[in-house]
């Protein structure tokens, strides 16, 4: 009779712990975003060498990475100051969401952000920053969603899909760093071999 109670405690013990675990997984995501140690705004930020470029041709290169990452790049950009080394779009991202069918369908709100890419010799520098949801006029900081991404907390409903949203638009960021960075690389050339 004991084992059985004690069986029966340590399913209960059992079940509690993945559903701490779970909500841990949960709020794990939103402490992955970076934030400014002042602001405590999100800011991915990084500097890259890059030994092969000066500050003019870095500026160069990153306006044909742009080209490439958005569509009409040039309405996007609304910083474009080559004497200083400094190009700064206004980029969003298309909120993505999974249904059961496991299809991704487009969500009707944008997040934007700000992408700010700074050159030196030999360097250069990618920011995302100022991520806001502008829905019907009133602006929704990012970070607020962080704050209220905690099991618990009503302050959105499910029908928000805060969690699938702050997932989406931190892979999506991922996404766009690494096209920076393979985009700067330089385009492979192709030598023609014979054979």
């Known amino acids: 009779m004991k084992n059985i109670k004690f069986e029966i405690h340590m399913k209960k013990f059992v079940a509690v712990l993945v559903i701490f675990t779970a909500c841990l997984t949960f709020k794990a995501v939103a402490q992955d975003f970076p934030r400014d140690s002042l602001t405590q705004k999100i800011d991915f930020v990084g500097v890259v060498p890059a030994p092969s470029y000066t500050k003019s ?11 490439r990452m958005y ?3 040039d309405t996007k950009i609304s910083v474009k ?3 200083n080394g400094i190009i700064v779009v206004n980029g969003y991202t298309q909120l993505m969401l999974k249904l059961k069918s496991g299809v991704m369908e487009p969500y009707s709100d944008l997040v934007l952000y700000k992408l700010t890419l700074s050159f030196k010799n030999g360097k250069y520098r990618y920011e995302f920053t100022d991520f806001v949801q502008n829905r019907a006029g009133t602006v929704n900081h ?4 962080i704050e209220h991404n905690v099991p618990g907390d009503h302050f959105y409903s499910k029908d928000d899909h805060i969690p699938e949203s702050l997932n989406y638009l931190y892979s999506d960021i991922q996404k766009r760093i690494g096209e920076i960075k393979n985009g700067m690389l330089g385009d492979k050339t192709i030598e023609k071999q014979d054979w």
């Open 57 to 67: 041709s870095g500026f160069d290169r990153a306006l044909v990475v742009l080209h």
């Open 71 to 73: 569509k009409e790049a």
């Open 81 to 83: 100051d080559k004497d």
């Open 142 to 145: 990012i970070e607020k969603w």
